[in-house]
């Protein structure tokens, strides 16, 4: 696999596996863009087993680095929805076809980038907090990142509904996508067979520019203009969706 990838595609994935580790350092709402740019280089629902891994290698950094901030009790309020999102992922994924898939997680990506454009531009961002909106993020949730690790955009919404400070928010996330992307490792090796040796090779080849960007992240993360980045990004990304849909 490794013997086949371009020169285009090399630059394209190590720059999603930079972005990765600027995502896992704390910086929100710059994770779609990666997916769409693994969608670009391999089959879609190959992306998703060859990313899952490299996230796996970031999640473990944000833990180790943010794990004391965690507040568990929201943390298990989400995480069994979003267990049930991913069985329910599992199932879907492995009757689309490859192109309808393909199709499936341009559009996933898309809806991504409005709902976290929306959020950015509303004045209030007081939402629901009680258990059918946790069901209804976490079932969302986990179904997003098992078909596209598109999760973010709902568990950032609903970690933000908790009205969780930015240490405490990074920290639960970081245990709650470790957790989950490590739940989902098994599907992805038995169900759909999309890691395997070959998968694993091409993930931690990339794995030094993960830790670049997380290096460059943590260090960024006080000085960036955080919300014109995540404008940018996210109108990079709706290109990104539309040039996958259409492909």
Sequence with gaps: MLSQLSLFDIVTITTAAFVLGLSKSGI?????????????VFEARASTGILLPMLIVGDVFAVIYYNRHAQWKYLFRLMPFMMAGVIVGTIAGDHMSAHAFRKSMALVIFISV???????????KKVPQHLSFAGVMGLTAGFTTMV???????ANIFFLAMRLPKDAFI???AWLFLIINLFKVPFHVWSWGTINWPTLQVSLIFTPAIFLGLFIGVR???RVNEQFFRKFIL?????????IYFS
């Design 220 to 222: 960024l993360l006080k």
């Design 171 to 173: 920290g639960t996330t």
């Design 235 to 243: 109108f990079m990304t709706a290109v990104g969706a539309v040039f």
């Design 148 to 154: 596209g690790n598109l999760a973010g955009s709902f």
């Design 28 to 40: 929100k709402g710059i994770s779609i863009i990666i997916v769409a740019l693994m969608a670009l």
């Design 114 to 124: 409005i709902i976290m454009f929306w959020w950015d531009q509303r004045k209030s």
